[in-house]
């Protein structure tokens, strides 16, 4: 064998083993990456959930007010503060029933939470889920969890 072609054999198996190296680096920044990815799924989960306990917390204090001012409708001041209660409520139900439809939350977990609270306010407001409402997506989630039974 000439020097040149030791020479030449010699780069090669350096280029080689740098080749390797790059490899082995690209591999183990893929798992780093994989990893990575793992985690901020896990955290985007952490804050669906974190979203509906707010938006459970928003519902529930809302549905206070309504049923507290509710109590004292022979006031003719109260009146419109339940009006405005009463809208507020349902467009919080409304907000929630968006992000179910829209697939932001699990229906069938979110079915046996809320299907009978749905049920219940289209119930004890009938005048307010007619044709033409403003609150479309209560009752359409309504309608297709009435559907499915």
Avoid at 10 to 20: E, F, P
Avoid at 56 to 76: F, H, I, W, Y
Wanted: glycine share 6%.
């Amino acid at each position: 064998m000439s020097p040149y072609e030791a020479q030449s054999l010699a780069a090669s198996i350096v280029a080689d083993v740098i080749a390797g190296i790059a490899v082995l680096a690209v591999i183990a920044g893929g798992v780093v990456a994989y990893m990575t990815l793992r985690a901020i799924l896990a955290q985007l989960k952490a804050g669906q959930w974190s979203t509906l306990l707010s938006l459970e917390q928003d519902m529930a204090s809302r549905g206070d007010k309504v049923r507290e001012l509710a109590t004292q409708l022979d006031n003719p001041h109260v009146k419109g503060k339940y009006d405005a209660a009463k809208e507020s409520y349902f467009n919080s139900i409304d907000r929630l029933a968006s992000l179910i439809l829209n697939g932001q939350f699990p229906q069938h977990e979110l079915k046996q939470d809320y299907h009978d609270m749905i049920k219940e306010t289209i119930r004890a407001f009938p005048a307010d889920f007619t044709t033409g409402t403003r609150y479309r997506k209560i009752v359409k989630l309504h309608d297709k969890w009435e559907d499915s039974k």
